[in-house]
């Protein structure tokens, strides 16, 4: 088997024990908040948006600084620095009393992440260019696989052993991916060569990157995405509340509904990577783009739990074919030796798109109602869309 194709078997594996750590404590994270002293309901997804946005804030501010340090010595450290890092912060998550400890430890973890940027940045400096879409939506459906069984299994534990043993769960799931990675990946990686490199700052950096006009486009368009996406997430297990009723599942539910939408993502990202090498990156980015949008619309107004699983599960079919295009499409446009820096200033706009959209949206609920944001979301998608139209496709044709 081609080096590759190994790297990308394990960091599919590390992928997926990363993200089944950290979204099993999406489900339940509202209803966690509310046993450490809060129980206002308004108050409540005030802190869950503050608290879910502040891993964002410090890895909106540290991602470049990682991504600086990578392509001088290599992406493989980055990914153990992160990796060990975030199981031991993850697992003190558990020993909070009050929400300001969790807001806390939630910033420390932000300053520290980075396995998938890393693990993104890894791959597309060891892939060949004419895999880079299959290779990309392959890496994509590692992390929406944890994705699936993160938010079901936590939603499972937190009725069978609480919530505070998750975050136990989920170090130890991090930990095991870190080990994964430092045994089993391997790095075409030349030290002496990078280090015969410049040495540029972060800002030096950003500087040469935005004189290549489709980064900057591709960056605002990785932000408006997770804004859109996220906005909504803190008060979904508040709407699922309302559509079940009183109900001692309401985690168990919740969960589903996060699942549902990357069991399909999961599906769908190898299958739109695989067209995105024949048809191009650009145009499956606007299909799924417009197909976001359109697939929001009916969450707007779904009346039961079923309603609400089914038109999640229709979003996460375009929401495969969103990130891994982005991807390919800066490792396309980066110059050789600049991947992780590139990637890392992408990381920086995800992280302020996942920053701004759980506190927005927390701080719009005591007037907006999540159906609401549904539209909101929608037409954020929308015009995401006519972006990429305007500032990929039509610059690639001369326009």
């Not at 002293?37 to 600084?65: C, K, R």
């Not at 930990?175 to 015969?196: D, G, T, Y």
């Not at 972060?202 to 591709?218: C, D, F, N, Y």
């Not at 589903?256 to 995105?276: E, I, Q, R, Y």
């Amino acid at each position: 088997m081609a080096r590759w194709k190994i790297n990308l078997l394990v960091l599919w594996f590390g992928q997926f024990l990363v993200f089944a750590g950290m979204t099993m404590i999406t489900p339940f994270l509202p209803l966690y908040i509310k046993t450490l002293g809060v129980t206002e309901e308004h108050a409540v997804a005030m802190w869950a948006g503050f608290i879910f946005a502040g891993n964002f804030v410090t890895s909106f501010l540290a991602q470049p600084i990682w991504g600086n340090l990578s392509d001088r010595y290599g992406r493989k450290v980055m990914l153990l620095r992160s990796g060990f890092g975030m199981a031991v912060v993850i697992a003190l998550m558990g020993l909070a009393t009050h929400p300001w400890q969790l807001l806390l430890l939630r910033l420390v973890n932000g300053t520290i992440s980075g396995y998938s940027p890393a693990a993104v940045a890894l791959m597309s400096s060891n892939t060949p260019r004419n895999k880079m879409g299959f290779a990309m939506g392959t890496l994509q459906s590692g992390s929406v696989a944890g994705s699936i069984l993160g938010p079901f299994l936590g939603g499972l534990l937190a009725d069978w052993i609480g919530y505070r043993y998750i975050f136990y769960v989920t170090g130890a799931l991090l930990f095991s991916a870190s080990v994964l990675s430092m045994l089993l990946v391997k790095e075409k990686f030349n030290p002496e060569e990078a280090a015969r490199q410049p040495k540029v700052s972060t800002l030096e950096g950003l500087s040469q990157l935005r004189h290549i006009p489709q980064l900057p486009a591709l960056y605002t368009v990785t932000f408006l995405i997770q804004f859109s996406m996220l906005s909504v997430m803190p008060l979904i297990p508040l709407f699922v509340e309302k559509l079940v009723g009183p109900s001692e599942q309401i985690a168990f539910f919740a969960g589903l509904v996060s699942s549902v939408t990357g069991f399909s993502n999961m599906l769908a990202a190898p299958l739109l990577g695989k067209l995105a090498d024949r048809i191009g990156h650009e145009r499956v980015l606007r299909i799924a783009l417009i197909g976001s949008s359109v697939a929001f619309v009916p969450q707007i107004f779904v009346q039961s739990i079923w309603q609400l699983l089914a038109a999640r599960f229709f979003l996460g079919i375009f929401m495969g074919g969103l990130l891994p295009a982005v991807n390919a499409l800066i490792r396309k446009f980066t110059p050789n030796g600049m991947e992780s820096r590139a990637y890392s200033f992408n990381s920086s706009s995800l992280a302020l798109g996942n920053m701004l959209g759980p506190v927005i949206g927390g701080a719009v609920s005591g007037f907006m109602s999540i159906r609401a944001l549904f539209a909101v979301s929608a037409c954020l998608l929308a015009l995401n869309a006519l972006w990429v139209r305007r500032n990929l496709v039509a610059r690639r044709r001369g326009v």
